[in-house]
């Protein structure tokens, strides 16, 4: 009987518990580079021309300097606006959800880690990407920059994400006066790996393209 305790008693022992959501907050782009081994999909939320035909406000794809899909999109200053970014592997589909329109994009690659970027480069200028919830789990953290040249990238770990998952939150873009054009407010949500062997020195090009 000792002998059966003990044994279960290992058992339980040899079993971790749930992490759960893991959060940490990097620096820098260089950073952020530096941790993604693979970038399965990108969607991204910016300030474009508020709406105009001139370029986009809301994309997905491998890459933001060339997405795979875009929409038009007038935000409003200072609103908190719900979004939702979905995977289904049933149909290997990547899903991105703002304001009624849903653009998709089918990655090519395995992912665990998710990325939230803001960057807001105009003085008076804010992002905030808030109330997260992954899976039913609430995020107890969240990502926001302020200008003049604000940058902060909210790191998420511990969950499932590739056999498929929802991510639900709110983003608010916020401006004085003349909006920001472009990138230069706005927020990404990358998926991909961590690197399991050390990366290479990053790049300027991965980096500028962040930037446009």
Same mark, same amino acid.
């Given at each position: 009987?000792?002998?059966?305790?003990?044994?279960? =008693?290992?058992?339980?022992?040899?079993?971790?518990?749930?992490?759960?959501?893991?959060?940490?907050?990097?620096?820098?782009?260089?950073?952020?580079?530096?941790?993604?081994?693979?970038? =399965? =999909?990108?969607?991204?939320?910016?300030?474009?021309?508020?709406?105009?035909?001139?370029?986009?406000?809301?994309?997905?794809?491998?890459?933001?300097?060339?997405?795979?899909?875009?929409?038009?999109?007038?935000?409003?200053?200072?609103?908190?606006?719900?979004?939702?970014?979905?995977?289904? %592997?049933?149909?290997?589909?990547?899903?991105?959800?703002?304001?009624?329109?849903?653009?998709?994009?089918?990655?090519?690659?395995?992912?665990?880690?998710?990325?939230?970027?803001?960057?807001?480069?105009?003085?008076?200028?804010?992002?905030?990407?808030?109330?997260?919830?992954?899976?039913?789990?609430?995020?107890?953290?969240?990502?926001?920059?302020?200008?003049?040249?604000?940058?902060?990238?909210?790191?998420?770990?511990?969950?499932?994400?590739?056999?498929?998952?929802?991510?639900?939150?709110?983003?608010?873009?916020?401006?004085?006066?003349? %909006?920001?054009?472009?990138?230069?407010?706005?927020?990404?949500?990358?998926?991909?790996?961590?690197?399991?062997? %050390?990366?290479? =020195?990053?790049?300027?090009?991965?980096?500028?393209?962040?930037?446009?």
């Amino acid at each position: 009987m000792r002998v059966l305790l003990a044994a279960a =008693a290992a058992l339980i022992i040899a079993v971790p518990a749930s992490a759960g959501i893991i959060t940490s907050h990097l620096s820098s782009d260089a950073d952020m580079i530096a941790a993604i081994r693979n970038v =399965a =999909a990108v969607a991204e939320g910016r300030i474009g021309d508020l709406g105009g035909v001139a370029t986009f406000e809301l994309d997905i794809g491998d890459d933001t300097g060339n997405p795979a899909s875009t929409a038009q999109h007038a935000w409003q200053n200072g609103v908190s606006e719900p979004f939702a970014l979905a995977y289904d %592997p049933g149909t290997n589909l990547m899903s991105f959800t703002l304001d009624g329109k849903t653009l998709t994009y089918s990655p090519a690659l395995s992912f665990r880690e998710i990325f939230v970027r803001t960057r807001a480069v105009n003085d008076g200028s804010s992002v905030h990407v808030r109330d997260l919830v992954i899976n039913g789990e609430s995020v107890e953290d969240f990502a926001s920059a302020a200008g003049p040249d604000g940058l902060d990238i909210l790191a998420i770990s511990g969950v499932e994400l590739y056999e498929g998952f929802t991510m639900t939150g709110t983003a608010n873009l916020a401006w004085t006066e003349t %909006p920001p054009t472009n990138s230069r407010l706005a927020f990404q949500i990358k998926i991909g790996d961590a690197p399991t062997v %050390p990366v290479e =020195a990053s790049t300027w090009g991965k980096i500028k393209s962040l930037f446009r």
